[in-house]
């Protein structure tokens, strides 16, 4: 069974920064195209930033030059570290995990979602 648990989320000033984990299980984690998403209240979810097997990386606009995803195969866990977060940042930020990584940005293309850890960005 596909498990997916985040953590590192919070509150923190606008400027700040945060680091977000994703430890995986129930699967060979270096396989699989990993990714962020997120959801703010009334908004649908967005693409926040995928990682291939490779280490090929991609990112939606709004977080480009800000985020960087990463992760770490022997430790079986994903990363999102965060920095000069915005209010509009403020979201549900989940965990989600896909045999490719063929379009990043749907949300539809990975079957593996975590329950997702919240961000809230004041001004």
């Known amino acids: 069974q596909v498990q997916l648990v985040e953590s590192g989320g919070g509150s923190v000033q606008a400027g700040g920064s945060l680091r977000l984990s994703c430890v995986v299980s129930?699967?060979?984690?270096?396989?699989?195209?990993m990714g962020w998403f997120r959801q703010a209240p009334g908004k649908g979810q967005e693409g926040v930033a995928s990682?291939?097997?490779?280490?090929?990386?991609t990112y939606g606009d709004s977080v480009k030059g800000r985020f960087i995803i990463s992760r770490d195969n022997a430790k079986n866990t994903l990363y999102l570290q965060m920095s000069s977060l915005k209010p509009e940042d403020t979201a549900l930020y989940y965990c989600?995990?896909?045999?490719?990584?063929?379009?990043?940005?749907?949300?539809?293309?990975?079957?593996?979602w975590g329950q997702g850890t919240q961000v809230t960005v004041s001004s």
């Open positions: 990682i291939d097997v490779h280490g090929t990386t």
């Open positions: 989600v995990a896909s045999h490719y990584c063929r379009v990043p940005s749907d949300a539809a293309e990975f079957p593996y």
């Open positions: 129930g699967y060979m984690f270096s396989t699989y195209c």
